[in-house]
C-alpha cells in the first residue's frame, strides 16, 4: 500500500530534509516515527527537498508498506512519535502511479523579508531581515523578466546536480504588507538554491544595486558566479505542491504571514 502525507516544519533546526550520515534531518525524523507506526522500516520521499533552515507548511511525502491503518491513525499515530517541530497534516491511501516528487505538477515557495532597520527576536530564524529600503516596484519589474521557460544556470547553486537548468516559473508575484515583503514563487520544478538565488537577486535590485533588467543578463550569461548573492534560508517556505486532479489531494498548506 501507498500511503501520501502532508508534512509541515520548522526548518531552523534541521540540516535540511535529506537523512545525513550525520546531522539531524526531516527524513530521519519522519522516517522513524513514521515506521514505528507501521511496525516496519519504511522510506519517505519528498515533492521537494528542502536545505537546511528551510520551511514548509505544504511538503508532500510518501511511503510504501504492508501496514493497513486508516487515515486518522497514521496522523495521530506519527504526530505522536515526532519532534514538536514536525506535524503530518493529513493522510490518503494511494495508488501505486501516485509519486510525490514525479507526479507532481506545481510547487509553489514563498519567500519573507522583515524591511526594517532592527531584527526581531521572535522571528530571526522564519524571515529574511533586510534594513535598507527596498523598492518593491523594481522587484517587480526585475521578476517579470523571469517568468516562462528559461535556462535558470545563473539561479542555481555551483553544486546543483539537475540533469538540465531549464525550469519554467508560471508566477513570480511580489507584495507588501506593512514591514513584510513577500515573493511567491510556482514553478513546474526548481533548482537547487534556485528561489534564494532569485530573493537575492531581487534584494540587490530593490536596493538599487543593480537595474531590473540584470535579472534578464543574469538569464543570457548562463553563469552563477555572475549572480547575486544567495539570500538566507530562513526566509523560504515550501507552502504547496499541486498534482493532477485525479489524486484528489490537498493543494496547500498554510501561507506564512506576519502582519504589519
Not at 526548518?11 to 507501521?38: D, M, N, Y
Not at 519554467?168 to 513546474?188: H, S
Not at 540587490?204 to 547575486?228: C, F, H, I
Request: some cysteine; glycine content about 8%.
Amino acid at each position: 500500500m501507498r500511503v501520501a502525507l502532508g508534512i509541515e516544519y520548522d526548518g531552523s533546526g534541521f540540516c535540511g530534509w535529506q537523512r545525513q550520515r550525520s546531522g539531524r534531518t526531516v527524513q530521519a525524523c519522519l522516517e522513524e516515527a513514521v515506521s514505528r507506526v507501521a511496525d516496519e522500516p519504511v522510506t519517505a520521499t519528498c515533492a521537494g527537498r528542502t536545505d537546511s533552515g528551510v520551511h514548509a507548511t505544504g511538503q508532500v511525502v510518501h511511503f510504501d508498506t504492508v501496514s493497513v491503518r486508516d487515515s486518522k491513525a497514521w496522523v495521530m499515530g506519527v504526530n505522536s512519535h515526532l519532534p514538536p517541530d514536525i506535524r503530518i497534516t493529513w493522510a490518503r491511501e494511494m495508488g501505486a502511479d501516485f509519486h510525490a516528487r514525479f507526479a507532481a505538477r506545481q510547487r509553489h515557495y514563498r519567500y519573507v523579508i522583515l524591511n526594517q532597520v532592527h531584527g526581531s527576536a521572535l522571528l530571526a530564524n522564519r524571515v529574511c531581515r533586510e534594513h535598507a529600503d527596498l523598492d518593491v516596484c523594481r522587484m517587480r519589474e526585475a521578476a517579470a523578466y523571469l517568468l516562462g521557460e528559461h535556462d535558470f544556470t545563473s539561479f542555481r547553486a555551483v553544486a546543483c546536480q539537475a540533469k538540465h537548468p531549464v525550469r519554467t516559473i508560471y508566477t513570480l508575484d511580489i507584495t507588501r504588507t506593512g514591514r513584510f515583503i513577500y515573493l511567491d514563487v510556482v514553478a513546474n520544478a526548481f533548482l537547487h538554491h534556485m528561489v534564494r538565488c532569485i530573493a537575492g537577486v531581487l534584494l540587490s535590485v530593490a536596493r538599487n544595486e543593480a537595474s531590473p533588467e540584470w535579472a534578464r543578463e543574469l538569464l543570457d550569461v548562463r553563469d552563477r558566479t555572475a549572480g547575486g548573492v544567495t539570500a538566507p534560508a530562513a526566509g523560504l517556505y515550501l507552502v504547496a505542491v499541486r498534482y493532477p486532479a485525479r489524486f484528489d489531494l490537498p493543494t496547500s498548506g498554510w501561507l506564512p504571514e506576519y502582519g504589519q
